[in-house]
């Protein structure tokens, strides 16, 4: 995998994923990756923290999928945050070769 960028945005780190491919919307299908993790490996990884509010703090992930599909996937990251998809996903980063540092 290769290292976490650092964005001053969320909206920057997701145009340049857009820009190198990723552009399938995993928020949209995040069932698809909690029913099936080990047909996804994540590719980038960026978080972002907010100046002053932790609800601003959130991760992207940029992922594909073993059929060759590009995307993204934001995640909130706070103990609140309850998606299925975004611990599958935290998962694999710690998995994969252990350098997603999220």
């Not at 995998?1 to 969320?10: G, L």
């Not at 959130?58 to 073993?66: D, L, M, Q, T």
């Not at 590009?70 to 599958?88: H, L, M, P, Q, T």
Request: aromatic content about 10%; charged content about 25%; some cysteine.
């Amino acid at each position: 995998m290769k290292p976490i960028y650092h964005y001053s945005t969320v909206s920057e780190a997701l145009d340049n994923l857009n820009e190198l491919g990723f552009t399938y919307d995993f928020n949209i299908h995040e069932s698809e990756i909690a029913k099936n993790p080990h047909k996804y490996e994540v590719k980038h990884v960026y978080r972002y923290e907010g100046d002053s509010d932790p609800g601003d703090e959130a991760v992207v992930y940029g992922i594909k999928s073993s059929s060759g599909k590009k995307g993204v996937f934001v995640a909130g990251f706070s103990a609140n945050s309850d998606s299925e998809a975004a611990r599958v996903l935290s998962k694999l980063c710690i998995e994969s070769s252990g350098q997603c540092e999220i």
